[in-house]
């Protein structure tokens, strides 16, 4: 075992690829973890596909609090190797961190 997990790999595969001068990576997978390493490098990265969607206009339509809670989200939420909040899946979370009202100042 290489001590790292598949969503891991498939990422850092199309990472290497997308630097390496390809026109364009495509990534097909069915997997939130995935779509969410994508989004978060994809600020730098211009060529990435998952499925059908470039995966740097998800990045632009999103908004300034879920640029912010982004990360957050994500480690909140965990994945098949990193334990999770019991009941609560991504876009919950996310919903929770940049709804306005349940942040206190």
Sequence with gaps: SSG???EYGVVKTALEKSHGGNKSVHVLANDTDIIFLLVHHSQ???NLQFSDVWVH???G????AQHK???MTYAF???KTVSR????VKMTIMKLFTDPKNCRT
């Design 69 to 71: 809670w982004f990360l």
């Design 4 to 6: 790292i997990n598949a």
């Design 57 to 59: 206009q998800i990045w």
């Design 61 to 64: 339509i999103m908004t300034e």
């Design 44 to 46: 730098r990265l211009q």
């Design 85 to 88: 909040i019991f009941g609560l």
């Design 77 to 79: 939420s965990g994945c």
